[in-house]
């Protein structure tokens, strides 16, 4: 069993910057690709940014030049640095492992962007 605690969100103006943390429990943290949701009310959930095992991203084009999702497998966590943030980045950010095929998931951290 995995568990995530995201951490890091909160209000910002637009054109400021926020970093997200998602800490993992377990062993196996170095093994999973991690990603990054996120769900403004009223929308689906959509994937932000990902990480394999290996370092390698990529990005939801919404989002491309602005965040940047790194890990540190040392410390089991997952970071998302978000730059220049817009209102339409208003949502609640979930941090998603995916680990042999299972995907577990983090309680969400609001973030939200004023005008």
């Known amino acids: 069993q995995v568990q995530l605690v995201e951490s890091g969100g909160g209000l910002v103006q637009a054109g400021g910057s926020l970093r997200l943390s998602c800490v993992a429990s377990g062993s196996r943290f170095s093994f999973a690709s991690m990603n990054w949701y996120r769900q403004a009310p009223g929308k689906q959930r959509e994937s932000v940014a990902r990480?394999?095992?290996?370092?390698?991203?990529n990005y939801a084009n919404s989002v491309k030049g602005r965040f940047t999702i790194s890990r540190d497998n040392a410390k089991n966590t997952v970071y998302l640095q978000m730059n220049s943030l817009k209102p339409e980045d208003t949502a609640v950010y979930y941090c998603?492992?995916?680990?042999?095929?299972?995907?577990?998931w983090g309680q969400g951290t609001q973030v939200t962007v004023s005008s």
């Open positions: 990480i394999t095992s290996g370092g390698s991203t």
């Open positions: 998603n492992a995916q680990i042999i095929g299972r995907d577990y």
